[in-house]
């Protein structure tokens, strides 16, 4: 068999360098369509949830749902402050010494006079036995130049018949009369003596009456600052001694001191009506009146102080107690005192949308519409049947473009 060799023309092949990739199969047009639409989908929801991030807060004002009594719609003024006893005393020692007896507890009442705690008055005591002592002696020569000058007046008496009848000499009765004067003399400085030490005993007694620690008017042991065994002294004048025993205070004196801005005190008046609100207890009612405007005001605060009377009180008022005061145009009526306090807001913060009063509740710096149920007008404030608890922060006098969910700034 023969194999034959020919020559293959290789110049004819040709590689080719353009190809076309722009031809896909028909599916992949409609995959990728489906993609952008699915990304811009997601891009609107993040839009919508991201956008009150950068959405820029609108600055309102802000007021409080509160409870308001019916007799407080003729209020011209509201202040705050704390109760305070007029008659106040931080009980000490005129004497120093160590504290063996304290009669009292804390909110126990007291008498003016009354033995409150007693010192120990050993030394004074003896002192005082000592004084006594000499006074006896005292007494017994003042008895002894009392006799003597009785004696010495009768001989003065008797020589000078005699001298003036020329029986004896004037020598002999100028030793009489010397003698008298002597008598007279000693009986002077006898009652010095026992003067002396009368003295001595009335010191020893008031050193003695300081050492027992009396309660200065009628009131209530506030607080004990001492105890027995320790050692009382005026002014704590030891680092480890005590300066007062107990304070007390007259609970009939108890007034409320409430600081009132300069620019409103003109609105205050002297026996101008006032109710009178505790915080401990805010739906017990005093009635009171302005008893004292002080004619000087804090710099610091620029508020002027002034104390309200109660003109009728408890003992669920106590010193201390941080309370509300409401000054009334006029007094309330009995009914008015009884009557239960109502949910109230201001009138300007209410609000119409869609034919509904509404307000906007402000939490956490973002605004909730809340449709409220309302009850009687009173004063500048409407109650708030239903729709609202006391304390809530809504926005006051909103505008017409505020809506649900808008960030907000309080001012």
């Not at 990739?21 to 993040?46: C, D, H, Q, R």
């Not at 008055?121 to 017994?140: E, R, S």
Request: one cysteine or more.
């Amino acid at each position: 068999m023969t194999i034959q060799n020919e020559k293959v023309d290789l110049t004819s092949l040709k590689i080719n360098r353009q190809t076309n990739y722009s031809e896909e199969p028909p599916g992949n047009n409609k995959t990728k369509m489906f993609v952008i639409i699915g990304i811009l989908v997601l891009g609107a929801i993040g839009v919508w949830f991201l956008m009150p991030m950068f959405q820029s807060a609108k600055m309102v004002s802000v007021t409080t749902v509160s409870l308001m009594l019916p007799g407080q719609t003729s209020g011209v003024l509201t202040a705050s402050g704390y109760i305070v006893p007029q008659r106040k005393a931080s009980v000490a020692s005129k004497g120093t010494g160590r504290l063996v007896y304290l009669g009292v507890e804390e909110g126990d009442k007291v008498k003016h006079g009354q033995i409150i705690a007693r010192l120990e008055d050993n030394d004074v005591q003896a002192q005082l036995d000592q004084a006594n002592a000499n006074l006896g002696v005292a007494k017994a020569q003042l008895g002894q130049a009392e006799a003597d000058f009785e004696q010495a007046q009768k001989e003065y008496e008797r020589n000078e018949s005699f001298w003036k009848s020329k029986v004896i000499t004037d020598s002999d009765f100028e030793i009489v009369k010397a003698q008298y004067k002597s008598a007279v003399a000693r009986v002077n400085s006898a009652k010095a003596n026992v003067q002396s030490f009368q003295a001595v005993i009335n010191a020893a007694q008031v050193q003695i009456e300081n050492t027992v620690i009396r309660a200065p008017f009628d009131g209530t042991v506030l607080t004990k600052n001492a105890d027995v065994g320790e050692i009382v002294a005026p002014f704590a004048a030891g680092a480890n001694s005590r300066g007062n025993v107990v304070t007390m205070a007259d609970m009939a004196s108890l007034q409320l001191e409430a600081d009132v801005s300069e620019s409103n005190i003109d609105r205050v008046k002297i026996q101008q009506p006032c109710e009178i609100t505790l915080d401990a207890f805010p739906e017990k009612r005093y009635r009171g009146e302005v008893w004292k405007i002080v004619p000087t005001a804090d710099r610091a605060k620029a508020t002027i102080l002034t104390k309200i009377k109660f003109l009728e009180i408890d003992n669920k008022v106590l010193p201390e107690m941080s309370a509300k005061v409401t000054f009334l145009s006029e007094a309330v009526t009995d009914s008015q005192m009884n009557a239960k306090p109502k949910l109230t807001i201001p009138i300007s913060a209410l609000a119409e949308r869609n034919g509904t009063q509404v307000v906007f509740i402000i939490k956490n710096d973002v605004i909730m519409e809340k449709a409220v149920l309302l009850g009687e007008k009173m004063g500048d404030r409407m109650e708030v049947v239903s729709g609202l608890t006391s304390g809530d922060k809504i926005v006051n006098s909103p505008a017409a473009d505020l809506k649900n969910g808008d960030k907000v700034k309080t001012n």
